[in-house]
């Protein structure tokens, strides 16, 4: 069965049990949400959250879904007005579980970055990891979004927001067919990295139908190494020559977490990068790098990364 015929039974089925609650208005105390560690029971429509995802906290402000506490940064200027109006509790990786506490919360929306801290939240309330992975990104970033709804009684929010989508998807899917073969780099600094596939940013490849530039690598040789992919693969320049791509989509590590490092632009301005079609016909894209990198996996993030792409493609020749 494909992935997304499972996804969309497992929503239906977590969101049925919900539905039919509200139908009969005997909603239940412990509804089912489907995470990624499985279907887990949380409290019905938790009226204060607590939530340490940033791509939750998008799809969340999304469905003006109120949040209780948030971390101390989320990186994304877009949620500035939920920040402001949420008590801050730490950070991404270290949340402060005496503030959290204080709150009294229902529910904990943990994922990606503090998703090692699923189980010490738990000692504090019902704490969920709803972290994004894999290939199947949309797909799953799409379940997320069902669910929140469901949970939260927003679940026609949640169809509007999840068909704008797939009619924003369908008109860059369009605009990218035929147009060439793509690589996505993220830089820090000097450094480089690419992302195919396989990887946290391959969503773009799958999804959009965008052909590879990729050079030929051996399998990974370890475990390790492939358990790595996903994080993307350091490269060189002459690696970007030897792809060639005809669109280079460029995420700036440094600009998303607001350190004042070389711009990607500076780092990728050399004759290596600057010899390929992409560079040569102005086919460059630079992406919202804290939107892709930060929330990755939110709603508002990644219909935000699709206006990226089809402004530079349809800047491009």
């Known amino acids: 069965m494909a992935n997304w015929t499972r996804l969309q039974l497992t929503a239906a089925l977590v969101l049925g049990l ?4 509200a139908a009969n208005d005997d909603r239940p105390e ?3 949400l489907d995470t990624a560690r499985g279907a887990q029971a949380v409290p ?5 959250l607590v939530v340490l995802d940033v791509a939750a906290a998008d799809t969340l402000a999304a469905l003006d879904v109120p949040m209780a506490g948030l971390p101390s940064r989320l990186y994304v200027d877009y949620l500035n007005a939920e920040q402001a109006q949420a008590t801050p509790v730490g950070t991404l990786f270290e949340p402060d579980f005496e503030a959290i506490a204080l709150l ?5 929306i943990a994922g990606g970055r503090s998703s090692a801290q699923v189980d010490a939240l738990s000692e504090i309330a019902p704490t969920v990891d709803m972290t994004i992975w894999g290939a199947d990104h949309v797909d799953i970033a799409l379940s997320r979004l069902r669910s929140y709804g469901a949970l939260m009684g927003r679940s026609a929010q949640a169809a509007t927001l999840e068909a704008a989508f797939l009619a924003k998807l ?3 899917r369009a605009a990218v067919a035929d147009r060439g073969r793509a690589l996505i780099v993220m830089t820090n600094g000097p450094k480089v990295t690419t992302y195919g596939r396989e990887s946290r940013f391959g969503w773009i490849h799958n999804a959009l ?3 590879e530039a990729v050079v030929e690598q051996p399998a990974a040789a370890t475990a390790e190494a492939a358990e790595a992919a996903p994080h993307g693969e350091a490269i060189s320049f002459e690696y ?3 792809a060639n791509p005809d669109w280079l989509i460029v995420v700036d590590r440094a600009s998303a977490i607001g350190q004042d490092n070389q711009a990607a632009a500076a780092t990728l301005d050399n ?3 600057t010899g390929t079609e992409a560079w040569k016909k102005g086919q460059v894209i630079y992406l919202n790098s804290a939107s892709i990198y930060i929330a990755g996996g939110g709603i508002q993030s990644m219909t935000a990364t699709l206006e990226d792409i089809l402004a530079g493609f349809a800047r491009g020749g």
């Open 170 to 172: 369908e008109s860059t």
């Open 240 to 242: 970007i020559a030897e």
């Open 44 to 48: 019905s429509q938790p009226q204060a």
């Open 209 to 211: 139908n965008l052909p």
């Open 18 to 21: 919900v539905g039919a609650a």
């Open 271 to 273: 004759p290596l990068v």
């Open 104 to 108: 009294g919360p229902d529910l904990i």
């Open 30 to 32: 412990t509804p089912l």
